[in-house]
């Protein structure tokens, strides 16, 4: 069933406040996609706070208008889906960059990174970017390494004495 005029409105209202309020919006072209595909895709996208949202064509550069963007893709091959982060920037891409690599027909177009355009080789580095749970892990490695490195230290020279020790008690033994 077609969609009224004031029903269209509506989402295109609704898109673009999701817009403004997103930390990431990523834009991307599918076609000869299975649904059972996008079914994992999405779910995919659900565990790490992402939407993934078919919508035409048309109705893009109207709602970048909206949402106060100033540039959007040339052209787009396809069909178009929005994949919206809510809470992380780096997540949505790298799951959509895996799902790229496992599947044909599907490639990015661009996103929204904050007020910024991003084109499709700026995405495709954010998805090559460490997700901010890796940053963490790393930096306390490098946080936590010389302290590390400290107490084997102090604990090789103590071992050191106790195999001294015990080869001196050894030896007034056999003595």
């Known amino acids: ?11 295109i209202e609704s898109l673009s406040q999701v817009i403004k309020s997103a930390k990431v919006i990523l834009l991307s072209s599918f076609y000869k996609i299975s649904v059972g595909q996008i079914v994992k895709l999405r ?4 565990d ?3 939407k993934y949202i078919v919508i035409k064509k048309k109705f893009l550069p109207i709602i970048f208008k909206k949402a106060d963007v100033k540039s959007k893709p040339e052209r787009i091959a396809g069909s178009l889906a929005l994949i919206i982060g809510q809470k992380d920037e780096i997540g949505p891409a790298k ?9 044909e027909g599907v490639n990015f177009l661009g996103g929204i ?7 499709q080789i700026e995405v495709e580095f954010l998805a090559k970017l460490p997700s901010q749970t890796e940053l963490v892990a790393k930096l306390v490695y490098l946080l936590v390494y010389p302290i590390r490195g400290l107490a084997l230290t102090l604990s090789g020279q103590n071992r050191n004495l106790v195999y001294i020790l015990n080869n001196l008690k050894i ?3 056999s003595v």
Not at 113 to 119: K, Q, T
């Open 95 to 103: 799951i959509l960059a895996d799902f790229i690599e496992t599947s």
């Open 171 to 173: 030896k007034r033994e």
């Open 43 to 46: 779910k995919a996208l659900r």
């Open 48 to 50: 790490s706070d992402a």
């Open 1 to 11: 069933m077609a969609k009224t005029r004031v029903q269209k409105e509506k989402i």
């Open 113 to 119: 990174l904050g007020d910024r355009y991003l084109n």
